[in-house]
């Protein structure tokens, strides 16, 4: 994900109560993508690639989870132009067969967590 930090937000004059809990004025607030998008309560096994996942019984709590481009004002604003060209790229991959015979060289990728993600080590490897 691109943001894997929280945006906060500052809780406006009149505080604000979520579920049982209240914030007073002033509180900075925020969820990150990652705590939404790695949330096993959500996704079964959240950590593992499995993006057929998204093909079948996605429910509305996945789709309420899927914070990859943030939400409301603060939303990437050239979202739909990203999303044209996650579909075409997917799309060329499977179509030339580049990744078949690719194996996993590394269970688990660590990223640091910044505004802009960045992976530890600096490469992900792909060996066939």
Known sequence: MANPTRLPRTVPPTG???KDYHFPPGTLVGCS???L????????DAKRFCPERWLENVSDEM???WFAFG????SCI??????TELFVATEKVVV???LRGARVCKEEIEVFEW??????GEKIEIVW
């Open 37 to 44: 998008h790695f949330d096993e309560s959500v996704f079964q």
């Open 71 to 74: 939400a409301g004002p603060r």
């Open 16 to 18: 604000w109560t979520y």
């Open 33 to 35: 993508a990652y705590q």
């Open 63 to 65: 789709n309420k989870s």
């Open 96 to 98: 030339s067969n580049v």
């Open 115 to 120: 505004f802009n993600a960045k992976v530890k």
């Open 78 to 83: 050239a979202k739909n132009l990203a999303i």
